[in-house]
């Protein structure tokens, strides 16, 4: 099957049907374990965007957080916050059928506090310097949540059987 051929098949039958151009096809062995297109407009959730859906999808009916061993296909260059999914799932790989600018004459979403052209150079700000206002309120208690979960992770503070990275394991 020509997975990517199918994720841009999926992203233009949600457009005929009202939707936002985009989906997502998550393989593993050969076989399409989710697939699902941009929910955002027809069902007002913000974070209803393919990878996200996918993803979802995937690790339930794996039964696991990590998607190892899996190539996630996704018709664009993922948004930041589904590059954050993409990166906490730990796929073996993410291919992108498009770029933003190759779109951008057709398609743009402008947000109040971001611009895909800016957003990432706002993860690189200091909290104080972002656009969306942000305010730090410490409480002592809220670490102990942490606390918590480790003393109940056997004093471990890592996640049970999440793949690390080599800079994870050695540090």
């Known amino acids: 099957m020509d997975f990517v051929q199918r994720t841009i098949d999926l992203a233009r039958a949600n457009v005929l049907d009202g939707g936002r151009p985009f989906a997502t096809v998550v393989v ?10 941009n929910q955002v407009a027809q069902t ?7 990878e996200v859906l996918a993803v979802r999808d995937a690790c339930v009916r794996l039964g696991t957080e ?10 664009a260059q993922p948004c930041p916050m589904c590059l954050g999914a993409l990166y906490y799932c730990s796929p073996d790989e993410v291919v992108f059928v498009t770029t933003r600018d190759a779109y951008e004459p057709h398609y743009v979403d402008d947000r109040k506090y971001f611009e895909l ?23 002592e208690n809220a670490v102990d949540v942490y606390r918590l979960w480790q003393d109940r992770n056997g004093g471990d503070r890592r996640v049970p059987g999440a793949p690390v990275s080599d800079g994870a394991a050695q540090g």
């Open 117 to 139: 052209s800016t957003f990432y150079d706002e993860f690189a700000k200091p909290w104080q310097e972002r656009r969306l206002p942000m305010r730090h309120e410490p409480r």
């Open 44 to 50: 007002h959730d913000p974070t209803a965007h393919a």
């Open 28 to 37: 593993k062995d050969g076989e399409i374990i989710a697939e699902r297109a």
């Open 66 to 75: 990590h998607l190892t061993g899996a190539t996630i296909y996704v018709l």
